[in-house]
């Protein structure tokens, strides 16, 4: 089936504000398919954004139509906002609550991941995406996993914590949650932890894309796009 207005939802690393905008990696999937398709790619993208959030703004702001594809990247956010007893409705933390201003009541935190309600979200989306007779494809975050400690900006991040291993556990274990999604509701994956964590030179910091990682991805995910239209 051949694409119309393709929408890339995530957080800042979709967004990819660190790299110029033609080597941000949905610039790149609309230069490669637009050899092929008469499509558009339009960036959602935006920092601070979790799947609650992402799916907040694929109801209020894009209407939909056939042909339309949602490509969503697992926001990384995710993986902290998950933390909290009330998951995604964390009103007490500034950064992650989905209303502002956010309440003064201070959140809970769980001894794992608040995982029914990143799968509730994610199942919905792909619910409406079908009702609406539109494409949904996922794809899971990478991130830098190897070599961290040398690159410039742990130790300003990081330092001589030992928090980042642990912090890569929880962003493994939330990848790992979409891609047995994925499986269980056929839902098409882009594994983009699998195919980029390992090559820190592709990033700017632990999440972020640089630009020449923009255009490695960007022709990554086109080939993905390429291959799911001809199957």
């Known amino acids: 089936m051949p694409f119309g207005k393709e929408v890339f939802f995530g957080d800042s690393f979709v967004e990819q504000v660190y790299s110029a905008e033609e080597k941000r990696f949905f ?3 609309q230069d490669k ?9 339009l960036n959602g993208g935006y920092s601070g954004a979790t799947s ?13 139509s056939p042909n339309s594809v949602i490509f969503f990247v697992v926001p ?19 950064r992650y609550t989905p209303i502002l201003p956010a309440s003064e009541k201070k959140e809970s935190f769980r001894d794992n991941l608040n995982i029914d309600h990143l799968l ?23 991130y830098v996993n190897c070599d961290y400690e040398n690159q410039p900006w742990y ?23 979409i891609r047995t999604l ?16 390992g090559s820190p030179h592709y990033f700017y910091d632990d999440l972020h894309l640089n630009s020449e990682g923009g255009v490695v991805v960007g022709k990554y995910v086109a080939e993905f796009m390429l291959d799911y239209i001809a199957n």
């Open 155 to 177: 130790q300003k991040r990081y330092g001589e914590r030992r928090s980042y291993p642990n912090l890569n556990v929880q962003r493994k274990a939330v990848n790992d949650i």
């Open 76 to 94: 990384s956010n995710d993986v902290l906002a998950l933390k909290y007893d009330r998951g995604f409705w964390c009103y007490g933390d500034r």
């Open 120 to 142: 509730g979200i994610v199942k919905s989306i792909k619910d409406y995406c079908d009702n609406f007779s539109m494409t949904f494809l996922l794809a899971t975050f990478p």
């Open 33 to 41: 398919l637009s050899y092929e398709q008469d499509v558009i790619c």
């Open 27 to 29: 610039s790149v999937v």
């Open 182 to 197: 994925s499986l269980s509701r056929n839902i098409p994956l882009c594994d983009l932890e699998k195919s980029f964590s």
């Open 52 to 64: 609650l959030n992402l799916f907040n703004s694929i109801l209020n702001k894009i209407q939909p």
